[in-house]
Protein backbone atom coordinates (compact mmCIF):
# COMPACT_ATOMS: atom_id res chain seq x y z
CA UNK A 1 0.00 0.00 0.00
CA UNK A 2 2.48 2.70 1.03
CA UNK A 3 4.84 1.05 -1.99
CA UNK A 4 2.23 2.16 -4.68
CA UNK A 5 0.86 5.52 -2.46
CA UNK A 6 4.70 6.48 -2.82
CA UNK A 7 5.00 5.67 -6.68
CA UNK A 8 1.90 7.16 -7.25
CA UNK A 9 3.32 10.37 -5.85
CA UNK A 10 6.74 10.04 -7.55
CA UNK A 11 4.62 10.04 -10.86
CA UNK A 12 3.12 13.19 -9.05
CA UNK A 13 6.39 14.85 -9.06
CA UNK A 14 7.52 13.92 -12.74
CA UNK A 15 4.78 15.39 -14.17
CA UNK A 16 5.00 18.72 -12.05
CA UNK A 17 8.69 19.31 -13.79
CA UNK A 18 6.61 19.44 -17.31
CA UNK A 19 3.51 21.46 -15.60
CA UNK A 20 6.13 23.66 -14.10
CA UNK A 21 7.85 24.24 -17.72
CA UNK A 22 4.43 25.18 -19.41
CA UNK A 23 3.49 27.46 -16.50
CA UNK A 24 6.86 29.35 -16.33
CA UNK A 25 6.44 30.11 -19.93
CA UNK A 26 3.15 31.72 -19.43
CA UNK A 27 3.89 33.05 -16.44
CA UNK A 28 6.65 35.16 -18.43
CA UNK A 29 4.83 36.37 -21.43
CA UNK A 30 1.47 37.41 -19.45
CA UNK A 31 3.90 39.66 -17.10
CA UNK A 32 5.36 41.20 -19.33
CA UNK A 33 2.95 41.48 -22.60
CA UNK A 34 -0.35 41.31 -20.76
CA UNK A 35 -2.29 38.83 -23.60
CA UNK A 36 -3.48 36.04 -22.39
CA UNK A 37 -2.19 33.49 -24.46
CA UNK A 38 -4.62 30.94 -25.51
CA UNK A 39 -1.52 29.77 -28.06
CA UNK A 40 1.12 28.76 -25.44
CA UNK A 41 -0.95 25.18 -25.47
CA UNK A 42 0.03 24.37 -28.70
CA UNK A 43 3.97 25.38 -28.01
CA UNK A 44 3.88 22.38 -25.68
CA UNK A 45 1.87 20.58 -28.47
CA UNK A 46 4.41 21.51 -31.43
CA UNK A 47 7.26 20.83 -28.98
CA UNK A 48 6.44 17.24 -28.31
CA UNK A 49 5.44 16.84 -32.32
CA UNK A 50 8.84 18.23 -33.48
CA UNK A 51 10.23 15.92 -30.92
CA UNK A 52 9.34 12.87 -32.17
CA UNK A 53 10.19 14.30 -35.86
CA UNK A 54 13.48 14.69 -34.94
CA UNK A 55 14.75 12.21 -32.57
CA UNK A 56 13.95 10.23 -35.34
CA UNK A 57 15.62 12.12 -38.01
CA UNK A 58 18.89 12.03 -35.46
CA UNK A 59 18.71 8.86 -34.69
CA UNK A 60 17.99 6.62 -31.56
CA UNK A 61 21.10 7.24 -30.34
CA UNK A 62 21.56 9.76 -26.52
CA UNK A 63 23.09 12.18 -28.92
CA UNK A 64 20.27 12.08 -31.17
CA UNK A 65 17.62 12.10 -28.54
CA UNK A 66 18.70 14.89 -26.44
CA UNK A 67 19.75 17.24 -29.08
CA UNK A 68 16.15 16.31 -31.00
CA UNK A 69 14.76 17.42 -27.42
CA UNK A 70 16.46 20.82 -27.25
CA UNK A 71 16.53 21.73 -31.18
CA UNK A 72 12.40 21.32 -30.98
CA UNK A 73 12.70 23.54 -28.08
CA UNK A 74 14.55 26.24 -30.22
CA UNK A 75 12.32 25.39 -33.39
CA UNK A 76 9.20 26.33 -31.41
CA UNK A 77 10.87 29.17 -29.86
CA UNK A 78 11.43 30.90 -33.49
CA UNK A 79 7.98 30.06 -34.32
CA UNK A 80 6.88 32.04 -31.30
CA UNK A 81 9.20 35.13 -32.19
CA UNK A 82 7.64 34.85 -36.01
CA UNK A 83 4.46 35.07 -34.10
CA UNK A 84 4.85 37.89 -31.94
CA UNK A 85 6.87 40.00 -35.03
CA UNK A 86 3.93 38.79 -37.74
CA UNK A 87 1.34 38.69 -35.52
CA UNK A 88 0.74 40.10 -31.86
CA UNK A 89 2.77 42.69 -32.57
CA UNK A 90 0.10 44.81 -34.27
CA UNK A 91 -2.61 43.99 -31.56
CA UNK A 92 -0.84 45.27 -28.85
CA UNK A 93 -2.64 48.63 -28.61
CA UNK A 94 -6.04 46.60 -29.25
CA UNK A 95 -8.76 45.94 -26.42
CA UNK A 96 -7.05 42.71 -23.97
CA UNK A 97 -9.89 40.55 -25.00
CA UNK A 98 -8.90 41.25 -28.84
CA UNK A 99 -5.65 40.00 -28.34
CA UNK A 100 -7.06 36.75 -26.18
CA UNK A 101 -8.98 36.32 -29.63
CA UNK A 102 -6.28 37.19 -31.45
CA UNK A 103 -4.78 33.90 -29.75
CA UNK A 104 -7.23 31.20 -29.98
CA UNK A 105 -7.03 32.07 -34.44
CA UNK A 106 -3.27 30.92 -33.73
CA UNK A 107 -4.37 27.83 -32.15
CA UNK A 108 -6.83 26.75 -34.71
CA UNK A 109 -4.06 27.51 -37.31
CA UNK A 110 -1.70 25.50 -35.26
CA UNK A 111 -4.22 22.78 -34.99
CA UNK A 112 -4.29 22.30 -38.56
CA UNK A 113 -0.44 22.48 -39.54
CA UNK A 114 0.05 19.68 -36.83
CA UNK A 115 -2.88 17.23 -38.37
CA UNK A 116 -1.26 17.87 -42.14
CA UNK A 117 2.44 17.71 -40.79
CA UNK A 118 1.83 14.50 -38.85
CA UNK A 119 -1.40 13.07 -39.34
CA UNK A 120 -4.72 12.15 -37.26
CA UNK A 121 -3.20 9.52 -34.99
CA UNK A 122 -1.21 9.70 -32.25
CA UNK A 123 2.16 9.06 -32.18
CA UNK A 124 4.28 8.28 -29.08
CA UNK A 125 7.95 8.51 -29.22
CA UNK A 126 11.43 6.28 -28.03
CA UNK A 127 12.47 5.92 -24.69
CA UNK A 128 15.09 8.16 -23.70
CA UNK A 129 18.32 5.66 -24.70
CA UNK A 130 20.33 5.40 -20.72
CA UNK A 131 17.14 6.08 -19.12
CA UNK A 132 14.99 3.45 -19.74
CA UNK A 133 15.47 0.86 -16.88
CA UNK A 134 13.69 1.27 -13.64
CA UNK A 135 14.70 1.35 -9.83
CA UNK A 136 12.73 -0.32 -6.99
CA UNK A 137 11.54 1.89 -4.31
CA UNK A 138 9.64 0.39 -1.41
CA UNK A 139 9.37 -2.43 -3.47
CA UNK A 140 7.76 -0.54 -6.06
CA UNK A 141 9.39 -0.49 -9.96
CA UNK A 142 9.34 3.53 -11.10
CA UNK A 143 11.29 4.54 -14.32
CA UNK A 144 14.55 6.21 -14.18
CA UNK A 145 13.07 8.37 -16.76
CA UNK A 146 10.21 10.22 -14.33
CA UNK A 147 13.20 10.30 -11.61
CA UNK A 148 15.34 12.43 -14.25
CA UNK A 149 12.24 14.21 -14.84
CA UNK A 150 11.48 15.13 -10.86
CA UNK A 151 15.07 16.89 -11.12
CA UNK A 152 14.65 18.85 -14.00
CA UNK A 153 12.23 21.36 -12.64
CA UNK A 154 14.41 22.48 -9.88
CA UNK A 155 17.34 22.87 -12.43
CA UNK A 156 15.42 25.13 -14.69
CA UNK A 157 14.01 26.87 -12.16
CA UNK A 158 17.24 28.02 -10.72
CA UNK A 159 18.38 29.12 -14.69
CA UNK A 160 15.25 31.30 -14.86
CA UNK A 161 15.82 33.07 -11.20
CA UNK A 162 19.89 33.40 -11.95
CA UNK A 163 18.13 34.57 -15.36
CA UNK A 164 15.97 37.21 -13.76
CA UNK A 165 18.09 38.11 -10.95
CA UNK A 166 21.55 37.92 -12.04
CA UNK A 167 21.42 39.83 -15.65
CA UNK A 168 20.50 42.76 -17.50
CA UNK A 169 17.64 40.91 -19.28
CA UNK A 170 16.48 39.75 -15.72
CA UNK A 171 16.18 43.51 -14.75
CA UNK A 172 14.68 44.34 -18.05
CA UNK A 173 11.68 41.59 -17.63
CA UNK A 174 11.45 42.30 -13.79
CA UNK A 175 10.59 45.61 -14.42
CA UNK A 176 8.44 45.12 -17.64
CA UNK A 177 6.59 42.89 -15.38
CA UNK A 178 5.94 45.73 -13.11
CA UNK A 179 5.66 48.82 -14.93
CA UNK A 180 6.28 48.14 -18.69
CA UNK A 181 5.25 52.28 -20.02
CA UNK A 182 8.16 53.35 -17.94
CA UNK A 183 10.68 50.49 -19.22
CA UNK A 184 9.50 51.81 -22.77
CA UNK A 185 10.02 55.80 -21.57
CA UNK A 186 13.69 54.81 -20.74
CA UNK A 187 14.69 54.24 -23.92
CA UNK A 188 14.39 49.96 -23.88
CA UNK A 189 13.24 48.73 -27.08
CA UNK A 190 10.07 46.85 -26.08
CA UNK A 191 9.70 45.39 -29.52
CA UNK A 192 12.75 42.83 -29.43
CA UNK A 193 11.79 42.70 -25.44
CA UNK A 194 8.54 41.63 -25.86
CA UNK A 195 9.85 39.30 -28.83
CA UNK A 196 12.35 37.86 -27.10
CA UNK A 197 10.20 37.01 -23.96
CA UNK A 198 7.35 35.37 -26.28
CA UNK A 199 10.55 33.42 -27.81
CA UNK A 200 11.65 32.09 -24.67
CA UNK A 201 7.84 31.41 -23.04
CA UNK A 202 7.48 29.26 -26.33
CA UNK A 203 10.90 27.27 -26.32
CA UNK A 204 9.79 26.17 -22.22
CA UNK A 205 6.56 25.10 -22.99
CA UNK A 206 7.82 23.52 -26.32
CA UNK A 207 10.87 21.81 -23.54
CA UNK A 208 7.82 20.39 -21.44
CA UNK A 209 6.14 18.75 -24.41
CA UNK A 210 9.55 17.39 -25.90
CA UNK A 211 10.48 15.75 -22.00
CA UNK A 212 7.24 14.32 -22.15
CA UNK A 213 7.93 12.17 -25.83
CA UNK A 214 8.70 8.78 -23.68
CA UNK A 215 5.52 9.16 -21.59
CA UNK A 216 2.72 10.59 -23.52
CA UNK A 217 1.85 10.17 -27.28
CA UNK A 218 1.84 13.53 -29.32
CA UNK A 219 -1.80 13.97 -30.09
CA UNK A 220 -3.97 17.05 -31.49
CA UNK A 221 -6.32 17.54 -28.41
CA UNK A 222 -3.32 18.43 -26.05
CA UNK A 223 -3.31 22.54 -26.91
CA UNK A 224 -6.41 23.06 -25.11
CA UNK A 225 -6.46 20.67 -22.02
CA UNK A 226 -2.56 21.90 -21.62
CA UNK A 227 -3.46 25.88 -21.51
CA UNK A 228 -6.23 24.71 -18.90
CA UNK A 229 -3.89 23.36 -16.39
CA UNK A 230 -1.22 26.06 -17.19
CA UNK A 231 -3.76 28.92 -16.08
CA UNK A 232 -4.19 26.71 -13.16
CA UNK A 233 -0.84 26.92 -12.39
CA UNK A 234 0.27 30.10 -13.11
CA UNK A 235 -3.05 31.57 -11.27
CA UNK A 236 -2.17 29.64 -8.39
CA UNK A 237 1.11 30.72 -7.92
CA UNK A 238 0.63 34.03 -8.88
CA UNK A 239 0.85 36.08 -11.96
CA UNK A 240 4.48 36.67 -13.09
CA UNK A 241 5.95 34.57 -9.88
CA UNK A 242 8.21 31.70 -11.57
CA UNK A 243 8.56 30.22 -7.72
CA UNK A 244 4.99 30.33 -7.13
CA UNK A 245 4.57 28.50 -10.42
CA UNK A 246 7.04 25.62 -9.46
CA UNK A 247 5.16 25.43 -6.03
CA UNK A 248 1.61 25.41 -7.18
CA UNK A 249 2.53 22.64 -9.72
CA UNK A 250 4.05 21.00 -6.95
CA UNK A 251 1.01 21.39 -5.32
CA UNK A 252 -1.77 20.04 -7.87
CA UNK A 253 0.69 17.32 -9.36
CA UNK A 254 1.05 16.21 -5.23
CA UNK A 255 -2.96 16.35 -4.29
CA UNK A 256 -3.74 14.56 -8.14
CA UNK A 257 -1.56 11.93 -6.63
CA UNK A 258 -2.85 11.55 -2.88
CA UNK A 259 -6.49 11.22 -4.58
CA UNK A 260 -5.35 8.54 -7.57
CA UNK A 261 -3.20 6.80 -4.22
CA UNK A 262 -6.30 6.63 -1.78
CA UNK A 263 -8.71 5.20 -4.35
CA UNK A 264 -12.17 3.96 -3.00
CA UNK A 265 -12.84 4.53 0.72
CA UNK A 266 -16.39 3.56 2.50
CA UNK A 267 -17.00 5.91 5.21
CA UNK A 268 -20.14 4.89 7.26
CA UNK A 269 -21.21 2.76 4.50
CA UNK A 270 -20.51 5.46 1.64
CA UNK A 271 -17.59 5.02 -1.03
CA UNK A 272 -16.35 7.55 -1.77
CA UNK A 273 -14.02 7.43 -5.11
CA UNK A 274 -11.25 9.66 -4.21
CA UNK A 275 -9.72 8.75 -7.65
CA UNK A 276 -12.02 10.50 -9.70
CA UNK A 277 -11.07 13.65 -8.05
CA UNK A 278 -7.86 13.40 -10.41
CA UNK A 279 -9.45 15.76 -12.95
CA UNK A 280 -10.79 18.20 -11.34
CA UNK A 281 -8.70 18.65 -8.13
CA UNK A 282 -6.33 21.16 -9.90
CA UNK A 283 -9.26 23.54 -10.51
CA UNK A 284 -10.46 22.77 -6.87
CA UNK A 285 -6.92 23.91 -5.88
CA UNK A 286 -7.51 27.20 -8.18
CA UNK A 287 -11.27 27.80 -7.06
CA UNK A 288 -10.08 27.91 -3.28
CA UNK A 289 -7.15 29.87 -3.67
CA UNK A 290 -8.98 32.36 -5.62
CA UNK A 291 -11.22 32.58 -2.75
CA UNK A 292 -9.46 32.82 -0.19
CA UNK A 293 -5.65 34.74 -1.73
CA UNK A 294 -6.82 36.19 -5.32
CA UNK A 295 -2.91 37.02 -6.21
CA UNK A 296 -1.68 33.58 -5.86
CA UNK A 297 0.17 31.93 -3.39
CA UNK A 298 3.13 34.11 -4.19
CA UNK A 299 1.71 36.78 -6.31
CA UNK A 300 1.71 40.81 -5.14
CA UNK A 301 -2.01 41.96 -4.34
CA UNK A 302 -2.99 44.91 -7.01
CA UNK A 303 -3.70 48.50 -5.56
CA UNK A 304 -6.74 47.68 -6.39
CA UNK A 305 -8.89 44.70 -6.62
CA UNK A 306 -11.85 45.63 -7.98
CA UNK A 307 -10.84 47.82 -11.19
CA UNK A 308 -13.15 49.95 -12.98
CA UNK A 309 -13.33 49.47 -17.26
CA UNK A 310 -12.96 51.68 -19.93
CA UNK A 311 -15.78 53.88 -20.19
CA UNK A 312 -17.98 53.27 -23.11
CA UNK A 313 -20.38 55.35 -24.86
CA UNK A 314 -24.03 54.98 -23.22
CA UNK A 315 -26.56 52.72 -25.27
CA UNK A 316 -29.38 54.30 -26.76
CA UNK A 317 -32.81 52.91 -27.37
CA UNK A 318 -33.33 51.92 -31.17
CA UNK A 319 -34.53 54.45 -33.62
CA UNK A 320 -38.01 53.89 -35.31
CA UNK A 321 -35.77 52.48 -37.99
CA UNK A 322 -33.59 50.34 -36.83
CA UNK A 323 -37.14 48.82 -34.74
CA UNK A 324 -38.97 48.41 -37.96
CA UNK A 325 -35.67 46.75 -39.76
CA UNK A 326 -35.51 44.64 -36.62
CA UNK A 327 -39.69 43.68 -37.36
CA UNK A 328 -38.87 42.99 -40.95
CA UNK A 329 -36.16 40.55 -39.95
CA UNK A 330 -38.27 38.42 -37.53
CA UNK A 331 -40.54 37.97 -40.37
CA UNK A 332 -38.15 37.04 -42.73
CA UNK A 333 -36.71 34.36 -40.38
CA UNK A 334 -39.84 33.10 -39.67
CA UNK A 335 -40.78 32.39 -43.32
CA UNK A 336 -37.06 30.66 -43.41
CA UNK A 337 -39.45 27.03 -43.59
CA UNK A 338 -41.64 27.88 -46.14
CA UNK A 339 -39.02 29.95 -48.43
CA UNK A 340 -36.60 26.80 -48.32
CA UNK A 341 -38.90 24.16 -48.42
CA UNK A 342 -35.84 22.40 -51.17
CA UNK A 343 -33.26 23.47 -48.88
CA UNK A 344 -34.15 21.83 -45.49
CA UNK A 345 -30.35 22.14 -44.26
CA UNK A 346 -31.44 26.07 -44.15
CA UNK A 347 -33.70 25.45 -41.00
CA UNK A 348 -30.85 23.48 -39.21
CA UNK A 349 -27.84 25.84 -39.50
CA UNK A 350 -30.34 28.25 -38.65
CA UNK A 351 -31.32 26.44 -35.51
CA UNK A 352 -27.32 26.16 -34.66
CA UNK A 353 -27.23 30.50 -35.38
CA UNK A 354 -30.36 31.27 -33.01
CA UNK A 355 -29.10 28.93 -30.40
CA UNK A 356 -25.58 30.73 -30.53
CA UNK A 357 -27.37 34.01 -30.55
CA UNK A 358 -28.94 33.62 -27.15
CA UNK A 359 -25.79 31.95 -26.01
CA UNK A 360 -23.53 35.12 -27.05
CA UNK A 361 -25.81 37.49 -25.74
CA UNK A 362 -26.12 36.06 -22.37
CA UNK A 363 -22.22 35.92 -22.40
CA UNK A 364 -22.11 40.02 -23.66
CA UNK A 365 -24.73 40.59 -20.44
CA UNK A 366 -21.44 39.91 -18.46
CA UNK A 367 -18.62 41.00 -20.51
CA UNK A 368 -20.16 44.23 -22.22
CA UNK A 369 -22.47 46.37 -19.84
CA UNK A 370 -21.20 44.16 -17.02
CA UNK A 371 -17.77 44.05 -17.55
CA UNK A 372 -17.00 40.90 -16.01
CA UNK A 373 -14.85 38.43 -18.25
CA UNK A 374 -16.08 34.85 -18.29
CA UNK A 375 -13.67 31.86 -19.10
CA UNK A 376 -16.21 29.46 -18.50
CA UNK A 377 -19.70 30.39 -19.84
CA UNK A 378 -20.41 26.86 -21.03
CA UNK A 379 -21.00 25.87 -17.35
CA UNK A 380 -24.48 27.43 -17.59
CA UNK A 381 -24.90 26.01 -21.00
CA UNK A 382 -24.56 22.55 -20.22
CA UNK A 383 -26.17 22.67 -16.98
CA UNK A 384 -29.48 24.01 -18.82
CA UNK A 385 -28.47 21.08 -21.36
CA UNK A 386 -28.45 18.34 -18.50
CA UNK A 387 -31.03 19.60 -16.99
CA UNK A 388 -33.44 19.80 -19.52
CA UNK A 389 -32.12 16.35 -20.81
CA UNK A 390 -32.73 14.74 -16.72
CA UNK A 391 -36.00 16.12 -16.57
CA UNK A 392 -37.24 14.76 -19.48
CA UNK A 393 -35.70 11.01 -19.23
CA UNK A 394 -35.14 11.36 -15.08
CA UNK A 395 -38.18 12.61 -14.14
CA UNK A 396 -40.25 11.57 -17.13
CA UNK A 397 -41.57 14.91 -17.71
CA UNK A 398 -43.11 16.23 -20.65
CA UNK A 399 -40.89 18.52 -23.33
CA UNK A 400 -42.09 21.52 -22.54
CA UNK A 401 -41.57 21.07 -19.31
CA UNK A 402 -38.15 20.20 -19.49
CA UNK A 403 -37.60 22.84 -21.72
CA UNK A 404 -38.89 25.45 -19.01
CA UNK A 405 -36.80 23.74 -15.45
CA UNK A 406 -33.91 23.11 -17.32
CA UNK A 407 -32.65 26.14 -17.37
CA UNK A 408 -33.29 26.51 -13.68
CA UNK A 409 -30.28 24.31 -12.64
CA UNK A 410 -28.19 26.98 -14.46
CA UNK A 411 -29.78 29.85 -12.53
CA UNK A 412 -28.90 27.69 -9.57
CA UNK A 413 -25.46 27.38 -10.74
CA UNK A 414 -24.63 31.14 -11.88
CA UNK A 415 -26.31 31.83 -8.41
CA UNK A 416 -23.90 29.81 -6.58
CA UNK A 417 -20.88 30.56 -8.60
CA UNK A 418 -21.77 34.13 -9.32
CA UNK A 419 -21.46 34.82 -5.31
CA UNK A 420 -17.58 34.15 -5.64
CA UNK A 421 -17.04 35.74 -9.01
CA UNK A 422 -18.10 39.22 -8.09
CA UNK A 423 -16.08 39.63 -5.07
CA UNK A 424 -13.02 39.24 -7.83
CA UNK A 425 -12.16 41.58 -11.84
CA UNK A 426 -10.11 41.04 -14.64
CA UNK A 427 -8.22 38.19 -14.86
CA UNK A 428 -8.56 37.00 -11.84
CA UNK A 429 -12.88 36.80 -12.16
CA UNK A 430 -11.95 35.06 -15.68
CA UNK A 431 -10.06 32.12 -14.11
CA UNK A 432 -12.35 31.71 -11.05
CA UNK A 433 -15.15 31.20 -14.15
CA UNK A 434 -13.16 28.63 -15.66
CA UNK A 435 -12.20 27.01 -12.48
CA UNK A 436 -16.25 26.32 -12.23
CA UNK A 437 -17.07 25.57 -15.72
CA UNK A 438 -14.04 22.87 -15.30
CA UNK A 439 -15.68 21.35 -12.08
CA UNK A 440 -19.06 21.30 -13.75
CA UNK A 441 -17.39 19.69 -16.75
CA UNK A 442 -16.10 16.91 -14.29
CA UNK A 443 -19.58 16.15 -12.40
CA UNK A 444 -20.75 15.64 -16.33
CA UNK A 445 -17.58 13.09 -16.95
CA UNK A 446 -17.77 10.87 -14.35
CA UNK A 447 -21.14 10.81 -12.65
CA UNK A 448 -22.03 7.63 -15.28
CA UNK A 449 -25.35 7.05 -13.15
CA UNK A 450 -26.69 10.30 -13.41
CA UNK A 451 -25.41 12.39 -16.37
CA UNK A 452 -24.05 9.24 -18.39
CA UNK A 453 -20.62 9.83 -18.04
CA UNK A 454 -18.12 10.45 -21.48
CA UNK A 455 -21.01 8.67 -22.96
CA UNK A 456 -23.79 11.67 -22.12
CA UNK A 457 -27.67 11.01 -22.42
CA UNK A 458 -29.32 10.70 -25.67
CA UNK A 459 -32.84 10.13 -26.70
CA UNK A 460 -33.66 13.92 -26.20
CA UNK A 461 -36.22 14.51 -28.51
CA UNK A 462 -38.90 17.16 -28.93
CA UNK A 463 -42.68 16.25 -28.16
CA UNK A 464 -44.75 15.17 -31.12
CA UNK A 465 -46.07 18.31 -31.21
CA UNK A 466 -42.88 20.20 -31.57
CA UNK A 467 -41.44 16.54 -33.17
CA UNK A 468 -41.32 18.50 -37.29
CA UNK A 469 -38.46 20.60 -38.57
CA UNK A 470 -40.34 23.68 -39.11
CA UNK A 471 -42.58 23.47 -35.59
CA UNK A 472 -39.01 23.17 -33.57
CA UNK A 473 -37.59 25.61 -35.55
CA UNK A 474 -40.22 28.47 -34.52
CA UNK A 475 -40.53 27.44 -31.19
CA UNK A 476 -36.72 28.14 -31.23
CA UNK A 477 -37.07 31.45 -33.06
CA UNK A 478 -40.12 32.78 -30.27
CA UNK A 479 -37.67 32.02 -27.15
CA UNK A 480 -34.44 33.37 -28.76
CA UNK A 481 -36.11 36.44 -29.94
CA UNK A 482 -37.87 36.95 -26.62
CA UNK A 483 -35.23 36.44 -24.41
CA UNK A 484 -32.63 38.50 -26.45
CA UNK A 485 -35.43 41.53 -26.22
CA UNK A 486 -35.60 40.62 -22.31
CA UNK A 487 -31.81 41.42 -22.28
CA UNK A 488 -31.75 44.06 -23.82
CA UNK A 489 -35.00 45.43 -22.28
CA UNK A 490 -33.30 45.10 -18.89
CA UNK A 491 -30.38 46.96 -20.35
CA UNK A 492 -32.06 49.82 -21.50
CA UNK A 493 -33.93 49.37 -17.80
CA UNK A 494 -32.67 51.45 -13.94
CA UNK A 495 -30.51 48.13 -13.24
CA UNK A 496 -29.01 48.16 -16.39
CA UNK A 497 -27.93 51.68 -15.89
CA UNK A 498 -26.93 50.82 -12.69
CA UNK A 499 -24.62 47.73 -13.96
CA UNK A 500 -23.12 49.95 -16.87
CA UNK A 501 -22.15 52.42 -13.58
CA UNK A 502 -20.60 49.64 -11.57
CA UNK A 503 -18.25 48.97 -14.62
CA UNK A 504 -17.64 52.20 -15.50
CA UNK A 505 -16.81 53.47 -11.64
CA UNK A 506 -17.32 50.76 -9.03
CA UNK A 507 -16.64 53.66 -5.91
CA UNK A 508 -18.60 56.21 -7.39
CA UNK A 509 -21.43 53.82 -7.67
CA UNK A 510 -20.86 52.92 -4.74
CA UNK A 511 -21.08 55.84 -3.27
CA UNK A 512 -24.56 57.02 -4.98
CA UNK A 513 -25.79 54.16 -2.78
CA UNK A 514 -25.61 51.17 -5.78
CA UNK A 515 -24.62 47.91 -4.00
CA UNK A 516 -22.16 46.93 -7.36
CA UNK A 517 -21.49 43.41 -5.82
CA UNK A 518 -25.28 42.80 -5.65
CA UNK A 519 -26.38 44.34 -9.13
CA UNK A 520 -23.14 42.29 -10.70
CA UNK A 521 -24.34 38.98 -8.47
CA UNK A 522 -28.07 39.36 -10.08
CA UNK A 523 -26.30 40.13 -14.06
CA UNK A 524 -24.67 36.62 -13.14
CA UNK A 525 -28.53 34.92 -12.47
CA UNK A 526 -30.09 36.70 -15.48
CA UNK A 527 -26.88 35.73 -17.65
CA UNK A 528 -27.05 32.10 -16.72
CA UNK A 529 -30.85 31.24 -17.00
CA UNK A 530 -30.60 32.48 -20.32
CA UNK A 531 -27.52 31.03 -21.32
CA UNK A 532 -29.81 27.65 -19.51
CA UNK A 533 -32.21 28.37 -22.20
CA UNK A 534 -30.07 28.11 -24.83
CA UNK A 535 -28.39 25.00 -23.71
CA UNK A 536 -31.70 23.16 -23.10
CA UNK A 537 -33.20 24.34 -26.61
CA UNK A 538 -29.48 22.47 -27.96
CA UNK A 539 -29.85 19.47 -26.02
CA UNK A 540 -33.57 19.11 -27.91
CA UNK A 541 -32.05 20.59 -31.50
CA UNK A 542 -29.45 17.43 -31.08
CA UNK A 543 -31.15 14.83 -29.38
CA UNK A 544 -28.28 14.16 -27.15
CA UNK A 545 -25.79 15.92 -24.49
CA UNK A 546 -22.35 15.26 -23.51
CA UNK A 547 -19.65 17.07 -21.38
CA UNK A 548 -18.52 18.09 -24.37
CA UNK A 549 -21.20 20.67 -24.14
CA UNK A 550 -19.35 21.99 -20.85
CA UNK A 551 -15.86 21.78 -22.34
CA UNK A 552 -13.48 24.74 -22.48
CA UNK A 553 -13.95 24.64 -26.43
CA UNK A 554 -17.68 25.61 -25.91
CA UNK A 555 -16.57 28.73 -23.51
CA UNK A 556 -13.99 29.69 -26.32
CA UNK A 557 -16.74 29.51 -28.95
CA UNK A 558 -18.78 32.15 -26.64
CA UNK A 559 -15.72 34.55 -26.79
CA UNK A 560 -15.42 34.23 -30.13
CA UNK A 561 -18.59 35.26 -31.11
CA UNK A 562 -18.60 37.95 -28.64
CA UNK A 563 -15.34 39.61 -29.40
CA UNK A 564 -15.81 38.93 -33.24
CA UNK A 565 -19.19 40.82 -33.39
CA UNK A 566 -18.41 43.21 -30.98
CA UNK A 567 -18.27 44.24 -26.79
CA UNK A 568 -19.62 47.82 -27.32
CA UNK A 569 -22.79 47.42 -29.01
CA UNK A 570 -26.09 45.23 -28.27
CA UNK A 571 -26.03 43.95 -31.81
CA UNK A 572 -22.26 42.63 -31.26
CA UNK A 573 -23.14 39.27 -30.10
CA UNK A 574 -25.83 38.65 -32.76
CA UNK A 575 -23.69 39.60 -35.30
CA UNK A 576 -20.76 37.45 -33.97
CA UNK A 577 -23.40 34.60 -33.18
CA UNK A 578 -24.34 34.36 -36.75
CA UNK A 579 -20.69 35.30 -38.84
CA UNK A 580 -19.34 32.58 -36.22
CA UNK A 581 -21.16 29.75 -37.24
CA UNK A 582 -21.99 30.43 -40.35
CA UNK A 583 -17.94 30.65 -41.36
CA UNK A 584 -17.53 27.68 -39.36
CA UNK A 585 -20.37 25.21 -41.16
CA UNK A 586 -18.68 27.17 -44.57
CA UNK A 587 -14.80 26.01 -43.47
CA UNK A 588 -16.14 22.70 -42.44
CA UNK A 589 -17.18 22.27 -45.66
CA UNK A 590 -15.00 23.72 -48.26
CA UNK A 591 -11.80 21.93 -46.62
CA UNK A 592 -10.45 19.09 -44.21
CA UNK A 593 -8.46 21.78 -42.86
CA UNK A 594 -11.21 23.80 -41.70
CA UNK A 595 -9.99 24.93 -38.29
CA UNK A 596 -6.73 26.64 -40.07
CA UNK A 597 -9.42 28.90 -42.57
CA UNK A 598 -11.28 29.67 -39.40
CA UNK A 599 -8.53 30.38 -38.02
CA UNK A 600 -7.09 32.76 -40.58
CA UNK A 601 -10.47 34.57 -41.33
CA UNK A 602 -11.19 35.07 -37.12
CA UNK A 603 -7.12 36.57 -37.25
CA UNK A 604 -7.92 38.50 -40.46
CA UNK A 605 -11.48 39.74 -38.95
CA UNK A 606 -9.31 40.56 -36.12
CA UNK A 607 -6.72 42.77 -37.51
CA UNK A 608 -9.17 44.52 -39.57
CA UNK A 609 -11.62 45.21 -37.32
CA UNK A 610 -10.28 45.51 -33.90
CA UNK A 611 -13.86 46.75 -32.46
CA UNK A 612 -15.68 43.82 -33.65
CA UNK A 613 -17.60 43.78 -37.07
CA UNK A 614 -21.25 45.40 -35.40
CA UNK A 615 -18.40 47.72 -33.90
CA UNK A 616 -17.09 48.57 -36.90
CA UNK A 617 -20.36 49.23 -38.50
CA UNK A 618 -21.06 51.27 -36.28
CA UNK A 619 -18.32 53.71 -36.49
CA UNK A 620 -18.51 54.16 -39.68
CA UNK A 621 -22.68 54.75 -39.90
CA UNK A 622 -21.45 57.56 -37.19
CA UNK A 623 -18.46 58.52 -39.62
CA UNK A 624 -21.18 59.09 -42.42
CA UNK A 625 -23.68 60.64 -40.36
CA UNK A 626 -20.64 63.32 -39.02
CA UNK A 627 -19.40 63.68 -42.93
CA UNK A 628 -23.63 64.34 -43.77
CA UNK A 629 -23.86 66.69 -41.26
CA UNK A 630 -20.52 68.67 -42.39
CA UNK A 631 -21.51 68.88 -45.88
CA UNK A 632 -24.76 70.31 -45.42
CA UNK A 633 -23.60 73.00 -42.85
CA UNK A 634 -21.39 73.40 -45.77
CA UNK A 635 -23.76 74.28 -48.08
CA UNK A 636 -26.12 75.74 -46.09
Request: with cysteine.
Amino acid sequence: MIGAFASQLLNGLAGASTLFLLAAGLSLIFGVTRIVNFAHGSMYMLGLYCAFTLTGLLGAGAVGFWAGVLASALVVAALGAAVEILVLRRVYQAPELFQLLATFALVLLFSDMALRLWGPEDLLGPRAPGLGAAVSILGRSFPEYDLFLIGVGPVVLGLLWLLLHRTRLGVLIRAATQDREMVGALGVNQAWLFTGIFALGSGLAALGGALQLPREPASLALDLTTIGEAFVVVVVGGMGSIVGAYLAALLIATLGAICHGIGTVEILGVSFAFSKLTLVVEFLVMAAVLIWRPWGLLGRPPAALRTAAAAEAPIRPMGRAAVRAVWVLLALLALVPVLARSHPFATVLLVDVLIAVLFAASLHFLMGPGGMHSFGHAAYFGLGAYGAALALEGFALPMEAALLLGPLLALAGALLFGWFAVRLSGVYLAMLTLAFAQIVWSVAFQWDEVTGGSNGLIGIWPSARFAAREAWYWLTLALVAASVWALRHLLLSPFGYALRAGRDSPLRAEATGIDVARVQWAAFAVAGLSCGLAGALFAFAKGSVSPETVSVARSIDGLVMVLLGGVQTLAGPVVGASAFVWLQDWAMRATEYWRALLGALVLLLVLAFPQGIAGAAAGLAAMLRRSVRTSRGGIG
